[in-house]
């Protein structure tokens, strides 16, 4: 029962088990809470989830790679989770929640970001459990969110 649990957790309620993209899948999981987050306490509720995202996966990481038996097991989906948060986290005046389109184009570039791995997150993988199951992802939440950012800046309407 207790590694049923464990693997709901990490797979994010079973996203990461998805037999075909399981990241892509998964990374939904972050676009739902981004969703069940209020408007008027976005930016603290969002840094709150990916605290408690962040801690899950560096604590369950050990676990899921021998559970798996895997390096960063495709089923854990936590690490994509956070780094789709990180990504959507609104650095604008209004600190208020993601709009439709954002959540759209942070989600589209995650994904690719996370397929390509851009320095240093492909080293950052390496690290030990947990660690390097979550860092990788974080590394590229962060590009994302400065991606996302800019493109505000620019003027593009919907980042």
């Known amino acids: ?8 957790a990490v797979s994010c309620l079973g996203l990461g088990l998805s037999p075909v ?3 892509t899948v998964g990374t939904l999981g972050g676009v739902g809470i ?3 987050l209020p408007d008027g306490h976005f930016l603290l509720c969002a840094l709150a989830a990916i605290l408690v995202v962040s801690l899950l996966t560096v604590a ?3 676990w899921a790679e021998r559970h798996f ?40 570039l995650f994904r690719v970001l996370d397929v390509v791995k851009p320095p240093p997150a492909r080293r950052l993988e390496a ?23 800019g493109a505000r800046a620019a003027g593009v309407p919907f980042a």
């Open 1 to 8: 029962m207790r590694d049923r649990l464990r693997v709901l």
């Open 21 to 23: 993209a399981s990241g």
């Open 34 to 36: 981004a969703l069940l």
């Open 60 to 62: 369950l990481g050990p």
């Open 69 to 108: 038996g895997l390096k960063d097991p495709p089923a854990v989906v936590l690490d994509e989770v956070a780094g789709f948060l990180i990504t959507v986290l609104p650095l604008h005046a209004d600190g208020g929640a993601p709009t439709a389109g954002r959540l759209a184009l942070g989600f589209v």
């Open 127 to 149: 690290l030990p459990a947990g660690w390097g199951v979550l860092l990788d992802d974080a590394a590229c939440g962060a590009y994302g969110l400065l991606l996302l950012s």
